[in-house]
């Protein structure tokens, strides 16, 4: 197979490579996003979970208090505190709230009989208390019957109507409950019990206690011995496991699986579990692990069946399909075009086929066993005569030296009676029986033959013409629609992201199908060299200014070395040039994880020549040795890893060899010492002067902006007056035109859609400021529209319109333009940086991108409005740069801390100034708020200090989690 018909399967691939890698990106940012969400509901439901059992510990503490404040805390007492905080409605998780006295078994019948009167005569001096109901304290006794020494006896607990079972219960009776007493009763703190089931739960769930110690009104005992001498008793709530959580949130409840455990993980342990069932086989699973009091509970979190994620795996199939679509379609117009060659060598393949007489003799005496159609038609008599026919001579001897192992194989000339010659082509067949095959190529057939080559050539040469503009068009509409939605339209930052993926993608892709049409024409013989002078300078400034951010992004250096080529002026290809060094330093940069690269460039005079050297070293990767000598191969990468790490397809240095040889040049490979790889490139080229440069400018009317009239700049309302047509074929093409125009306050664009409509809309109104005339339309094509206008122009002494030429097409056309009148040409696809080099340039109009990246739901945690500005749009930049304050925002927070804890406050205020700078620069109003004033004041007390830093935290926290949804 050719190198040329290998073309549609390597589109298929590289399409099929970068659509997978695209779409895996989508896929796993869209994967993020909901893990992040599935994450954000866990913290959520977490934050509840704690706060809601720090709710109950502070109601104990609150009950603590009211035992603390009273000689004698009474039933009404009781009753007020637990109306007060209001159990049932705001404790919804606990069953009530209760007290528990402490006593000895030898003043039990006395604390009974005591309690029984105080609460009967509680009852008669608060009628309103015994309205509530019916209490059952009247005939209060402990239960069950222990052996203790020491009861446990539950006085109090409210509300009543769920908890009679409990009053007067004796905790102490079951082995739980009396350690978690006692633990609390020796350490002084809230203490949970194991899991056991509450005497007033007739369903028999899963609950458990929790006891806070009470020891008087005397201070805190400091030590063990002390506090069991002290303790009077314990404040307490018993919990039942399957109200732990009631009254949380629907979207939390039909959002999110839990269960809570005492412990590990273990069906005995099973404190808690919600009502919505753990999805199976989901991927969202989460474990955390909360201070219960003294106890440690284990939290398993899922998602539901039915969990709603915010982001859709739709749009990353949808993304898959439709970059498969536009491979697929590739390589079919590929393939169906190249189908003829493959009908050609099919049917060449079969003898009957074949246009040239084939025959097949064997045997001595030699005999024809074998002749095709052609035979018929050019030896008519060749089966009458038989080897005795002028054209079978000497064929019979040739026979008899075959048989005595003489293998015979040549090519002659032979000439009959008719005047007519052939070139007889006789090879052995050596099979089972040995045999001669004879062509017969007529010499005037042969002509014929050649031209049909010839012109098939030419045909090819069309076919890769045509095809540079139906291949480049479609992907020139995907990469310009996908700027104009990340440019103009207010999206979110996530579908930002996502569209600047496909933004890339859709760039490479290009420039793989630039490579193979490169290719395509170089096997054609079809590249040529622009020659033109161009000033070496500014030329490797170019190289330099592309290639600086490539390496600066990977984290490498890049350096440039010039020798003696400041101010010179060369004659060449200066495109072509450009595409050698370009190639040969992007994969330096690939090819090299860490180090740097360097471009050394020297001038040499050779035979009244400029000879140009260009070094390219790296600290790369290298190349294998066994690999080294098919390095310019097409095709041909170090391993067949390459192309799954690194990408590409092996056709950059093939062109870049090709290139240079159009160049009369040479290049090579070896490889450096300590590691890595050195190319160099050595062109000659004829010197030029800056005054031919300038004569060059002036005749293609591509003038600098140094050689320009200077006129006062326009800006958007200028350019909102001027009339501008877009001519072209293409609707696609046209409405990103269109767009683009509009986008920057274009209020008069006209549409053609070929040269014909152009000419009919300028001979309605010759006032057109701006043209944007595409080369290659029906009917009539951009050069011809172009000569018409400017030929009407001159016939009026009208004042000429710009007209600039954007174009897909791969070949050089810059002159041809020029001939026909254009002021520009524009490469597709069309940029917004170019645009606006272009009207800058021709129509002196200076304008402004919006950034339309919807960053700004929340002004005043932060606004990126002003970064996405910066940035150009550009995500990947952007990202960047909210990395860079993350970590200067924790350096800062780090200094502040050391600051306070000095109480240097003219450091603090320092800090504070920093980072307010640091701050305004993406939009946190409500952090520069709080820093800037700190800065304003000769000396911050501590005490400030310490409530700015805590106020500094706590946005921090709020903006890390914009920052963080807004990603």
Wanted: glycine share 6%; with cysteine.
């Amino acid at each position: 197979m050719s190198d040329l018909r290998r073309a549609p399967f390597i589109a298929l691939g590289l399409g099929l490579i970068i659509t997978l890698l695209a779409f895996a990106s989508v896929y796993r940012s869209a994967a993020d996003a909901n893990q992040a969400y599935f994450d954000d509901l866990v913290s959520q439901t977490e934050l509840q979970v704690k706060n809601r059992y720090t709710l109950y510990e502070q109601s104990l503490l609150a009950g603590l208090s009211v035992f603390r404040a009273s000689e004698h805390v009474t039933l009404a007492d009781w009753i007020t505190y637990t109306d007060t905080i209001n159990v049932e409605e705001v404790l919804t998780g606990i069953s009530g709230v209760g007290y528990i006295d402490y006593v000895r078994e030898e003043n039990l019948n006395s604390y009974l009989e005591q309690t029984r009167r105080n609460i009967v005569q509680d009852l008669k001096d608060h009628p309103s208390v015994a309205a509530k109901g019916e209490y059952p304290w009247a005939e209060f006794t402990n239960h069950p019957k222990t052996r203790f020494k020491d009861k446990f006896i539950i006085k109090y607990i409210l509300p009543i109507s769920r908890n009679k079972e409990a009053v007067g219960l004796d905790i102490g009776f079951e082995a739980n409950r009396r350690a978690a007493a006692e633990k609390a009763r020796d350490q002084g703190v809230p203490t949970l019990t194991k899991i056991i089931q509450l005497v007033q739960d007739h369903e028999r769930t899963p609950g458990f206690l929790m006891l806070l110690p009470y020891y008087g009104h005397g201070e805190m005992p400091t030590t063990v011995e002390e506090r069991r001498k002290s303790i009077e008793g314990w404040v307490y709530a018993p919990f039942i496991g399957k109200n732990l959580l009631s009254g949380f949130s629907a979207e939390l409840r039909e959002q999110l699986a839990f269960a809570i455990y005492d412990g590990e993980i273990d069906p005995t342990n099973l404190i808690y579990k919600s009502q919505t069932k753990f999805a199976k086989n989901s991927e969202y699973k989460h474990q955390t692990t909360m201070q219960a009091s003294d106890k440690t509970w284990t939290i398993v979190w899922g998602a539901p069946d039915q969990i709603h994620l915010p982001e859709s795996p739709l749009f990353s199939y949808g993304f898959l399909a439709l970059g498969l679509l536009i491979s697929i379609g590739l390589f079919l117009f590929l393939k169906k075009s190249m189908n003829y060659e493959d009908k050609i060598i099919e049917l060449a393949a079969l003898p009957d086929n074949s246009i040239q007489p084939i025959v097949t003799v064997s045997g001595v005496p030699a005999q024809i066993r074998y002749s095709n159609k052609a035979k018929q038609k050019v030896f008519p008599d060749l089966r009458k005569l038989g080897m005795n026919h002028p054209a079978m001579v000497g064929i019979e001897q040739k026979m008899i030296e075959l048989h005595e192992g003489y293998l015979v194989d040549i090519e002659e000339q032979i000439e009959l009676d008719d005047g007519r010659a052939f070139i007889r082509t006789v090879t052995s067949q050596t099979g089972k029986e040995k045999s001669l095959l004879i062509y017969f190529n007529e010499v005037t057939q042969l002509n014929r033959e050649k031209e049909k080559a010839l012109a098939a050539s030419r045909a090819k040469d069309d076919f890769l013409a045509n095809m540079s503009h139906e291949l480049r068009t479609p992907l020139n509409s995907i990469i310009g629609h996908v700027e104009l939605m990340i440019s103009f339209e207010k999206i979110p930052f996530k579908i930002a992201k996502k569209l600047s993926a496909v933004h890339k993608s859709a760039n490479v892709l290009l420039g793989q199908v630039n490579n193979i049409l490169d290719i395509s024409k170089i096997e054609a013989n079809a590249l040529k060299l622009e020659i033109r002078p161009f000033d070496v300078t500014e030329t490797m400034r170019l190289v330099e200014s592309t290639i600086q951010p490539m390496a600066s992004k990977k984290g490498i250096t890049f350096k440039a070395f010039y020798e003696d080529v400041s101010g010179l002026v060369a004659l060449g290809d200066e495109h072509r040039l450009m595409s050698i060094l370009l190639n040969l330093l992007s994969n330096a940069i690939k090819f090299t994880p860490k180090g740097g690269v360097s471009l050394v460039v020297r001038k040499d005079l050779v035979a009244n020549h400029v000879q140009l050297t260009f070094i390219v070293e790296d600290d790369g990767v290298g190349i294998p040795l066994e690999k080294r000598s098919r390095v310019f191969e097409k095709f041909a990468q170090a391993d067949d890893s390459t192309t799954r790490i690194y990408g590409g397809t092996g056709l950059g240095l093939p062109i870049a060899k090709h290139l240079t040889q159009l160049m009369n040049g040479t290049i090579n490979y070896s490889p450096r010492t300590k590691g890595g790889s050195r190319f160099g490139v050595i062109v000659q080229l004829e010197e030029a002067s800056a005054e031919d440069l300038a004569s060059y400018y002036t005749q293609t009317t591509r003038i600098l902006d140094k050689h320009q009239d200077k006129k006062t700049k326009g800006d958007k309302n200028t350019f909102a007056n001027m009339r501008i047509m877009i001519a072209d074929d293409n609707t696609f093409n046209q409405e990103v035109a269109a767009e683009y125009l509009r986008s920057f306050g274009a209020q008069h664009v006209s549409i053609a859609n070929d040269g014909l409509e152009a000419l009919a809309l300028y001979d309605q109104n010759q006032n057109y400021d701006l043209i944007f005339m595409d080369c290659h339309m029906p009917k009539m094509n951009g050069y011809d529209a172009t000569k018409n206008i400017r030929d009407f122009e001159a016939s009026i002494n009208h004042k000429p319109a710009i007209i600039v030429a954007p174009t897909a097409d791969a070949t050089n056309i810059d002159e041809k333009c020029a001939e026909a009148g254009m002021n520009a040409v524009l490469r597709k696809p069309l940029t917004l940086q170019e645009l606006k080099k272009v009207l800058s340039l021709y129509c002196n109009v200076e304008l402004e991108a919006p950034s339309a990246v919807d960053v700004t739901d929340n002004n005043e945690i932060a606004n990126l409005d002003m970064l996405t500005s910066y940035c150009g749009n550009d995500m990947d930049r952007l990202d960047s740069l909210i990395d860079a304050f993350k970590e200067k925002f924790e350096q800062d927070l780090e200094a502040l801390e050391k600051a306070l804890k000095k109480k240097d406050s003219e450091a603090f205020a320092a800090t504070c100034h920093s980072l307010k700078g640091s701050a305004a620069f993406i939009g946190a109003e409500k952090l520069v708020a709080i820093c800037k004033p700190i800065k304003e004041e000769s000396k911050v007390s501590e005490a400030k200090m310490r409530k700015t830093l805590a106020a500094i935290q706590e946005v921090g926290d709020e903006i890390y989690a914009y920052l963080d949804k807004v990603r």
